[in-house]
C-alpha cells in the first residue's frame, strides 16, 4: 500500500503551514506520534506542505472513521489508556501531535481569526484519516492544554465522543514535579503570555508550585465547558477496570478477548517509554 503523507508539526507563525511526511504505519506504535515520526529514517524525507488557510485537498479520498478525542489533565494515564486502546491493529491512536498544538499555538500568539483556526484544524485531522494498515477507526489524544479549546473542537466535530481523564491535582502536580514538559515549561518562558492566556488573570501565581497546580485546575474547568452529551469523565486509576465496559462502549469499539487481555497487559509497563520497561508505581509514569 502507498503511503501517504501525514503532519509531522505545524510552523507557528501567522500563517501556520503543517509539514507532512511519507511515513510507515509503524509511526502510530510509539507511545507519541511525533517520537515515532522522529525515530524514522531522516537521510532523504519526503515532505509536502500543507497550507492550513487552503480548504483541505485529498482528491478520491476515503477516509478512516474518527472515532473520539480523548482530553486530560496530564500525568493522569492518558498515554496509558492509548496504549491500551492501540490494542487492537483496527485502532489508530494519534498521541499528542505537534501539527495540532502547533496550530494552537499559532491562533494564541498570532491572534489568527476562529474560522481559520477550525479550518485548520479539520485539514490536520483529516490528514491523520488517511488510510494505511489495517487501521479502521481513529482517535486523537491530544496534548493536555489542549482542552481549553474544547469549543473548537465540538465546533468541528459535534457529535464525536470525547473523552476527559482526571486526577487529583495534588498527585498530578507531584509528578509534573518530578516529569514534566509542555505547560509545566512555560513557568520558564521569557514572557507570560502563555501563562495569561490560560489562566486568565493577574498577577499570576507566585511560586512554581502554585502555577501547577492552577494549571491543572484549569483543565479541569475547562473540561467543564465541553457538550456533556458526547462527554465520558474518567478517573485515574479507575479506567483500567472500565476499559470495556465504559471507554469501549463509548468510543463504540469492539475489542476480541485476546485484545482486552494485550490491553491490560499494557498496565504492567511504563506507559511513555519507547522501550518496553516494567512499570513501578512510585515512578508514576503515567
Known amino acids: 500500500m502507498k503511503k501517504p503523507y501525514f503532519p509531522v508539526y505545524t510552523r507557528v507563525g501567522p500563517n501556520p503551514v503543517a509539514v507532512c511526511e511519507k511515513l510507515p504505519v509503524q509511526v502510530f506504535e510509539y507511545p507519541f506520534f511525533n517520537d515515532g515520526a522522529a525515530m524514522q529514517p531522516r537521510s532523504n524525507p519526503k515532505r509536502k506542505e500543507l497550507r492550513l488557510q487552503a480548504d483541505p485537498i485529498f482528491p478520491n479520498q476515503e477516509f478512516l472513521k474518527l472515532k473520539g478525542f480523548i482530553f486530560h489533565t496530564s500525568h493522569c494515564g492518558s498515554t496509558l489508556l492509548s496504549n491500551m486502546l492501540k490494542s487492537s491493529k483496527q485502532t489508530r491512536i494519534v498521541a499528542e501531535t505537534e501539527a495540532i498544538n502547533g496550530l494552537l499555538l499559532s491562533a494564541i500568539f498570532y491572534k489568527l481569526d476562529k474560522e481559520e483556526v477550525l479550518r485548520g484544524l479539520t485539514t490536520i485531522v483529516s490528514a491523520y484519516l488517511q488510510p494505511l494498515g489495517n487501521a479502521k477507526n481513529v482517535i486523537f489524544k491530544l496534548t493536555s492544554w489542549n482542552i481549553f479549546f474544547i469549543e473548537l473542537f465540538q465546533k468541528a466535530y459535534p457529535n464525536v465522543p470525547w473523552?476527559?481523564?482526571?486526577?487529583?491535582?495534588?498527585?498530578?502536580?507531584?509528578?509534573?514535579?518530578?516529569?514534566?514538559?509542555?505547560?509545566?515549561?512555560?513557568?520558564?518562558?521569557?514572557?507570560?503570555?502563555?501563562?495569561?492566556?490560560?489562566?486568565?488573570?493577574?498577577?499570576?501565581?507566585?511560586?512554581?508550585?502554585?502555577?501547577?497546580?492552577?494549571?491543572?485546575?484549569?483543565?479541569?474547568?475547562?473540561?467543564?465547558?465541553?457538550?456533556?452529551?458526547?462527554?465520558?469523565?474518567?478517573?485515574?486509576?479507575?479506567?483500567?477496570?472500565?476499559?470495556?465496559?465504559?471507554?469501549?462502549?463509548?468510543?463504540?469499539?469492539?475489542?476480541?478477548?485476546?485484545?482486552?487481555?494485550?490491553?491490560?497487559?499494557?498496565?504492567?509497563?511504563?506507559?511513555?517509554?519507547?522501550?518496553?520497561?516494567?512499570?513501578?508505581?512510585?515512578?508514576?509514569?503515567?
Not at 197 to 202: A, E, S, T, V
Not at 223 to 242: T, V
Not at 249 to 276: M, P, Q, R, W
Open 163 to 286: 473523552i476527559f481523564i482526571e486526577r487529583n491535582s495534588a498527585d498530578v502536580v507531584k509528578s509534573l514535579l518530578k516529569n514534566g514538559r509542555g505547560f509545566v515549561e512555560w513557568w520558564y518562558h521569557p514572557t507570560d503570555l502563555l501563562q495569561k492566556y490560560f489562566l486568565g488573570k493577574n498577577p499570576q501565581p507566585e511560586t512554581f508550585d502554585a502555577y501547577l497546580f492552577e494549571m491543572v485546575e484549569a483543565h479541569k474547568a475547562a473540561a467543564q465547558k465541553g457538550n456533556s452529551s458526547n462527554k465520558l469523565a474518567l478517573e485515574y486509576p479507575d479506567f483500567i477496570n472500565e476499559f470495556e465496559s465504559r471507554v469501549l462502549l463509548h468510543f463504540n469499539l469492539n475489542f476480541t478477548n485476546t485484545e482486552l487481555e494485550v490491553a491490560l497487559e499494557k498496565t504492567k509497563f511504563d506507559a511513555k517509554s519507547i522501550e518496553k520497561s516494567e512499570f513501578l508505581k512510585d515512578e508514576e509514569t503515567v
